[in-house]
């Protein structure tokens, strides 16, 4: 117990080096702009390491979640409560988006020049899917090929249909669901080592983006950065915040800090789906239950996308005010629609947004491609506001949907925000089985590395014992 007792949570210390890599990264971006762009693959790599374990977790996560869970309407109840809210507050976000960026016009006295507009026409070349597209990419061409081409909803298709299959096997289907159980722990277990290369993806990236763009762009934007920032600062703790107190009674401060490392892991890579492991692994530790944490988080970084929401409009805003062109509010209104559908296919990827822009205007407005070059210099900088406001809305729609479906354990969430429950960084699972020291004690007096027993309720939830 002695021994046990001792141990130190020493992870901190990698985010610790992770801020000192972000300034390191934006001196010499700023100092050496040739050198700092050559680095953008330290960040390239970083990223491609974390969505390689995105797949499997989200597979093991749903399917834990929903073979577990004896009656399949609470599954489908989680769904459609889910895709409804993410519809809403999708018109929401668009919306405040349209009605800042009408007031703003930032767009306003910028001149177009031939190489903007070559720049603005080099991001169609970005394929764009339609709707038709979209809806059938969801469909793998094998089960293994949802995992190897790295598609979050080709994987989370494949592992609904596994995960009620073995509901529907009953007992028979328990090795099974065992096994998968074993197979997260050790996906997880190469995540936290996985995570200790974050200081020098983030240094990577945000040096290579500090050089690129440079002071003048910044300067000449900034406007509608200054804009965005804004809108996304009053979404999050105007309307979610809003939300989140009413429904849940949380107060949205104790909940971003309790996601503190995952709002710094994005701000340093400029991507939400770098995150996305770690949110699903916290909301289960925070006391959400498996099946809504793994249907609402991978859904959610497809439909609920409410950074990319307001980026969309006021982005779209910008370009028609910068080419002398200005839309009245009956042209605003259809081509944010299109906009909408088309930006579900943007699953949280580092620059997707600004290939969906470009390709929504190419198909609704062609004349306004033009413009999208005038944002390629600062879209980078732009992206860390969508990024975290999208991680932001997703992690408080696992909250929301956890208290209205009632899978979310109020008394583990007050422990878990108080400090008294703290995550295990270590192995980045929560087994029912009280603190993550708890567990580490009794693998040292026993000397193995053997787990509790685990209870489970009449809807098969796992309980602690």
Known sequence: MAAGAVRRDRTHYLYIAVIIAVVLGIAVGLVAPEFATELKPLGTGFVNLIKMMISPIIFCTIVLGIGSVRKAAKVGAVG??????FMVMSLVALTIGLVVGNILHPGDGLAVTDAVKEAGQGQVAEEAKDTVEFLLGIIPTTMVSAFTAGEVLQTLLVALLVGFALQAMGSVGEPVLRGVEHIQRLVFRILAMVMWAAPIGAFGAIAAVTGSAGLDALKSLAVLMIGFYITCFLFVFIVLAALLRIVAGLNILT????????????????SSESALPRLIAKMEHLGVSKPVVGITVPTGYSFNLDGTMIYMTMASLFIADSMGNPMSLGEQIPLLLFLFVASKGAAGVSGAGLATLAGGLQSHRPELVDGVGLIVGIDRFMSEARALTNFAGNAVAT????????????AQVEEVLAGRLPFDEKTLLDDGHGTPQAVEDVAVVDGADTDLPEQRDADGVRAKV
């Open 80 to 85: 459609g409560i889910a895709l409804g809210y």
């Open 255 to 270: 909940l971003f800090r309790y996601l503190g490392r995952e709002f710094l892991l994005i701000l340093s890579t400029s």
């Open 399 to 410: 909250v929301l949907i956890g208290t209205w479906t009632k899978e979310i354990d109020k």
